[in-house]
């Protein structure tokens, strides 16, 4: 009977369980009744604790039987979320800082050459020998850019040397012409006042002394032609002598420097050309100073100040970022475009070369701004951009922010999602996500 109470329980709900549990009590309350009422039986008394013992026995494998078959329906604890994250990287901060932002007017232009020197042969009618530079050279003033052929002139000056040789010994023997010339003023003279004696004396007719006389001054007449011979044959000397001297000059004028140090610009000319002083052979751009030639509306004009800062830059070669300077505005609009042409000094640079197209930001006024290092913005998928503040707990929060102005020194203005003294995740941003917690160290 124990056996089919125990296979049927297991197959009870709980309330079904639990009434079993009740019969059983009452079945042992019963038999303790019995117990009570009939204490006289004695020669069933060894039935009495038989039957105590089998009942509390049934009624503890029920309870087991209960117990172990019944559902767990006790629920489990539920931890607490926990405060105390451990943090998930190190990061460096900086804050949102209030500085000038400036303002810009983006423009575009030509690049030209501020000071374009032409290099013109200063001696014609000769060929081009020798190219000694090439467009892009860095060139000093005076250094050799071109040779002409001067074998012609070589040979003229040759001839203009020897005509000077030849007046020179002209001049001598007009020189010794001279001489011979006094010593016979000499002798004459000395015979005149001889002749004057013998005349007063009687011993010679008048007629003899004034040949004497006669003789006397011939001589003195030839002195003067000597002299004013040896003057003529050195002038010829001094002219053959500035002949050779100009000869010499265009000798060294085949030599083509340049004028100025600066850039070759262009070369217009070959080995073998004819030289002609109206045809130039070489550009320089001197100083290789260069200017942005950009237009600029006529309604923003007033906006433009001489010496107002410029960034310069190419949709062409990203490396080109230069910083300029408005050097001159024009006074004069084109009645076309409405534009006026604002023109800015470029510094020098191997990048930019005249006739190429470039972009300028000029500075038309400064006005306080939001700026944090740009490594701290970081663009997202949808084409905005977001950046981690640090808050209380050294935990993080993403911002969308609005990016404006890009800065000097790495920064960049926050027009719209920050404030002055907000904390911005610079190093380590890249890998966060909202809500992490950090360890912020000293940026290097």
């Known amino acids: 009977m124990a056996e089919t109470v125990n296979v049927a329980e297991n197959q009870k709900t709980v309330p079904e369980m639990e009434q079993v549990e009740e019969f059983n009590k009452n079945k042992e309350v019963e038999t303790d009744l019995i117990l009570v009422k009939k204490p006289r039986q004695r020669k069933r008394g060894w039935l009495v604790p038989m039957l105590l013992g089998t009942g509390i026995g049934i009624g503890l494998a029920g309870l087991g039987m209960t117990v172990m078959n019944r559902p767990n329906t006790t629920k489990p604890a539920v931890t607490p979320p926990s405060t105390n994250l451990a943090p998930t990287m190190t990061v460096t901060i900086a804050p949102a800082q209030l500085i000038p932002v400036a303002r810009s007017l983006n423009v575009t232009g030509t690049v ?3 000071d374009l020197i032409p290099v013109l042969p200063q001696a014609t009618g000769l060929q081009i020998k020798q190219i000694l530079a090439d467009e892009g050279d860095s060139v000093k003033q005076g250094q050799t850019l071109a040779v002409l052929d001067n074998s012609v002139l070589q040979t003229q000056i040759a001839q203009a040397k020897a005509e000077v040789e030849s007046n020179r010994a002209v001049v001598s023997q007009r020189v010794a012409a001279l001489a011979q010339a006094r010593a016979t003023l000499a002798e004459a003279n000395s ?11 009687g011993a010679i007719s008048r007629q003899e002394l004034e040949t004497r006389s006669t003789t006397a ?4 007449e030839a002195i003067s032609v000597a002299q004013a011979n040896i003057a003529s044959a050195e002038a010829d000397v001094r002219i053959s002598i500035a002949r050779v001297q100009q000869q010499q000059t265009q000798l060294n004028q085949t030599i083509v420097r340049a004028p100025a140090s600066g850039i070759i610009a262009e070369q217009t000319a070959q080995v073998g050309d004819v030289a002609n002083s109206t045809q130039k052979i070489f550009s320089i751009i001197q100083n290789g100073s260069l200017e942005l030639q950009a237009k600029v509306p006529a309604t923003n004009l007033n906006q433009v100040k001489i010496n107002a800062p ?3 830059t190419s949709d062409s070669d990203s490396r080109v970022r230069l910083q300029g300077n408005v050097r001159e505005i024009a006074p004069l609009v084109d009645p076309q475009s409405r534009e006026a042409t604002v023109r ?10 005249p006739g190429m ?16 290092p740009a490594k701290a913005v970081l663009p997202q998928t949808d084409s905005s951009a977001i950046a981690f503040i640090l808050t209380d707990g050294d935990i993080v929060r993403s911002q969308k922010i609005e990016v404006g102005e890009v ?3 790495g920064n960049v203005e926050i027009i719209k999602g920050l404030k002055v003294g907000d904390r911005v995740v610079v190093a380590g941003a890249g890998y966060l996500k909202d809500g992490d917690k950090v360890q912020v160290v000293v940026g290097k």
């Open 191 to 201: 015979n005149l006042a001889r002749y004057r004696g013998l005349a007063d004396a």
């Open 217 to 220: 001054t011939t001589a003195r």
């Open 407 to 409: 800065i000097g020194n």
């Open 344 to 353: 800015i000094d470029i510094p020098a640079n191997s990048l930019l070369r």
């Open 112 to 114: 030209n050459a501020r």
């Open 310 to 312: 410029t960034v310069i």
């Open 357 to 372: 197209f470039a972009s300028s930001a000029i500075t038309i006024a400064n006005v306080p701004g939001i700026a944090i």
